[in-house]
């Protein structure tokens, strides 16, 4: 982002996680608790981006493996005579999406849990920031209104 940006900036997707990172904007003045949420912000961030990335290779891994075991049963080459990369029907798919999914459940539960108290802490910390920064207003307002 350019130097005078005030704003956070959002990135390309990220060719792993396939999220899309934030580079946080850092204020000249930032606050303790600001600057608690900001890093809170980041920490959650770096925590979904690794667990995305290494969901998606995991993923891509299994899947290529699970195609390539079909069509050897098959006896099946993985690219046909045109050159064209093979591939199985949807409902041979459903077999390894189905399964994929029960193998992982309990990381995507701990994941889910994990993302919950995060959120909750994220939440809680703008509720804080919200608060002070209302307050200040408010002094600031009454000390201008009493000159």
Partial sequence: ?????????????????????????????????????R????????????????HNRAF????????YS???AKGLEMRDETGQKATLNAEE????????????FRKHMQYNRDWYKRNFTITFLMGQVALVRALRRLR??????GN
């Fill in 140 to 145: 600031w307002k009454k000390k201008n209104v």
């Fill in 39 to 54: 890093e809170a912000r980041q920490e959650a961030q770096a925590c979904d981006q690794h667990f995305w990335a290494r």
């Fill in 93 to 104: 798919m459903a077999d390894f999406y189905k399964d994929f999914l029960s193998k992982n």
């Fill in 1 to 37: 982002p350019p130097a005078h940006s005030c704003k956070d900036w959002i990135g390309p997707p990220d060719k792993h996680s396939n999220l899309r990172p934030v580079i946080f904007y850092v204020p000249p003045e930032e606050s303790p608790l600001e600057r608690r949420l």
């Fill in 70 to 72: 079909r069509l050897k």
């Fill in 60 to 67: 891509c891994q299994e899947k290529e493996e699970f195609i």
